[in-house]
């Protein structure tokens, strides 16, 4: 008889994608152009080690405000703002996205944009309101968690055109332009004064509060970046104008204005969709 050759039966192990229960590798399906799903094992270096940086940035602003140097820690809160917004734009220039980036952007965040302002804040100010205080710092941050939640659970369903409730990035530079003018304009700011301290913890809970709002904030992301009216001009020449004559104020007024300017865009888009 004629030996016909079968099929090899499927190696046990290689089901187990090689996996020798001591090696750890990440193993993701990704699309291909042609939108057939294959199998990929490693992660992207580049959006990843921005994204790290950013983690690093969140780390040692908690550990400077645990040791009292707060200027340091906005510092370092303002530069993982700026890793936050590179790591995006860098995997989507190099083709580079991954659910693995997405999911790791996510704790980053939580930890930089939630933990580490709520820190600052409690180490500043609010440690002398004992569990109130604690309290107010910790609404803060799980308000932050959920609304990295949401927005994970959301994506490609909301309108790209809007933000639901502020962003975790800006709601931690609002804090932190709070307290970075508390700690220039001290003899407004008198921390022993229970009315300031009551103020600081009323204001950390709203911002948390902000973020799980279903307040729409314009995100910018369907402006033209190569041509724009004018007018955008003189506008930002007046904004930077603004923040250069003092920085902290600036930022401060600038992301509070941005804050309130949510209520007349969520009223607008109503508006526009009840004349439909």
Same mark, same amino acid.
């Given at each position: 008889?004629?030996?016909?050759?079968?099929?090899?039966?499927?190696? &046990?192990?290689?089901?187990? %994608?090689?996996?020798?229960?001591?090696?750890?590798?990440?193993?993701?399906?990704? %699309?291909?152009?042609?939108?057939?799903?294959?199998?990929?094992?490693?992660?992207?270096?580049?959006?990843?080690?921005?994204?790290?940086?950013?983690?690093?940035?969140?780390?040692?602003?908690?550990?400077?405000?645990?040791?009292?140097?707060?200027?340091?820690?906005?510092?370092?809160?303002?530069?993982?703002?700026?890793?936050?917004?590179?790591?995006?734009?860098?995997?989507?220039?190099?083709?580079?996205?991954?659910?693995?980036?997405?999911?790791?952007?996510?704790?980053?965040?939580?930890?930089?944009?939630?933990?580490?302002?709520?820190?600052?804040?409690?180490?500043?100010?609010?440690?002398?309101?004992?569990?109130?205080?604690?309290?107010?710092?910790?609404?803060?941050?799980?308000?932050?968690?959920?609304?990295?939640?949401?927005?994970?659970?959301?994506?490609?369903?909301?309108?790209?055109?809007?933000?639901?409730?502020?962003?975790? &990035?800006?709601?931690?530079?609002?804090?932190?332009?709070?307290?970075?003018?508390?700690?220039?304009?001290?003899?407004?700011?008198?921390?022993?004064?229970?009315?300031?301290?009551?103020?600081?913890?009323?204001?950390?809970?709203?911002?948390?509060?902000?973020?799980?709002?279903?307040?729409?904030?314009?995100?910018?992301?369907?402006?033209?970046?190569?041509?724009?009216?004018?007018?955008?001009?003189?506008?930002?020449?007046?904004?930077?104008?603004?923040?250069?004559?003092?920085? &902290?104020?600036?930022?401060?007024?600038?992301?509070?204005?941005?804050?309130?300017?949510?209520?007349?865009?969520?009223?607008?888009?109503?508006?526009?969709?009840?004349?439909?």
């Amino acid at each position: 008889m004629t030996n016909i050759n079968k099929p090899e039966s499927p190696n &046990p192990s290689d089901q187990n %994608h090689g996996f020798d229960g001591i090696t750890f590798e990440v193993e993701e399906e990704e %699309h291909t152009h042609e939108g057939q799903k294959v199998k990929r094992r490693g992660i992207y270096l580049w959006p990843n080690l921005i994204t790290t940086s950013a983690l690093l940035s969140g780390f040692y602003s908690i550990i400077a405000s645990m040791n009292g140097d707060y200027i340091q820690a906005i510092y370092a809160i303002f530069l993982a703002a700026l890793f936050d917004g590179l790591d995006g734009r860098v995997a989507r220039a190099i083709g580079a996205q991954s659910a693995f980036g997405e999911q790791f952007d996510s704790l980053s965040d939580l930890l930089a944009f939630g933990v580490a302002p709520a820190i600052l804040m409690y180490s500043w100010s609010l440690h002398d309101l004992g569990r109130i205080g604690l309290a107010a710092c910790f609404v803060y941050t799980a308000c932050a968690a959920f609304r990295l939640a949401r927005f994970n659970v959301q994506i490609g369903v909301v309108d790209k055109r809007y933000f639901i409730g502020v962003a975790s &990035p800006l709601a931690a530079i609002i804090i932190i332009a709070w307290v970075w003018v508390g700690q220039d304009f001290t003899y407004i700011f008198d921390l022993k004064d229970k009315a300031i301290q009551a103020l600081n913890a009323a204001a950390i809970v709203a911002v948390g509060l902000l973020m799980i709002s279903n307040i729409k904030y314009y995100s910018f992301k369907t402006v033209d970046r190569k041509r724009v009216p004018f007018f955008v001009l003189p506008i930002a020449v007046f904004i930077l104008a603004a923040i250069t004559y003092n920085i &902290p104020v600036g930022i401060l007024v600038i992301s509070i204005i941005y804050a309130i300017s949510g209520f007349v865009t969520t009223f607008l888009a109503r508006k526009n969709t009840m004349s439909e």
